[in-house]
């Protein structure tokens, strides 16, 4: 038990939102999948990578570790990492953020409706009150 592995696993406390998921941003589109787990697996086992195929994910990627540390290490030592002349940006992936990122915009989405109906509202009225004046 005197490994470096059964070391770091004790008497080390991580921060919440460390978990084995991690969100990389900035990749080089032409990236393969077998590059990723060259890449990411110096790091721990990697359970799945998925690579953003779509116009809007292009250039993005979720890479699940078997173990949270590995995941950890792979953050420490890959935000900022240079791929094809593209640095790396490494997250945790937080699906309570994205979520609160969605309502927030749902939201704004929400009151910009709800001042255009006060604006058309407040026009109905101001049309209507100059012309009962003549």
């Known amino acids: 038990m005197d490994t470096y592995s059964g070391r770091r696993h004790t008497n080390s406390r991580l921060p919440p939102e460390v978990n084995r998921i991690l969100y990389v941003r900035n990749l080089p589109f032409k990236i393969t999948g077998e590059e990723m787990y060259d890449i990411f697996g110096k790091y721990g086992a990697v359970h799945q990578i998925r690579l953003g195929d779509k116009k809007d994910t292009r250039g993005t990627a979720f890479v699940v570790y078997e173990d949270i540390y590995d995941a950890k290490a792979a953050v420490d030592h890959l935000?900022?990492?240079?791929?094809?002349?593209?640095?790396?940006?490494?997250?945790?992936?937080?699906?309570?953020?994205?979520?609160?990122?969605a309502d927030t915009e749902q939201k704004k989405r929400e009151i910009e409706e709800l001042r255009r109906q006060i604006q058309a509202k407040k026009a109905a009225l101001e049309g209507g009150d100059s012309g009962g004046d003549s």
Do not use: A, H, T
């Open 79 to 101: 935000s900022g990492f240079n791929v094809c002349g593209r640095y790396l940006v490494v997250l945790y992936y937080q699906p309570e953020k994205i979520k609160r990122k």
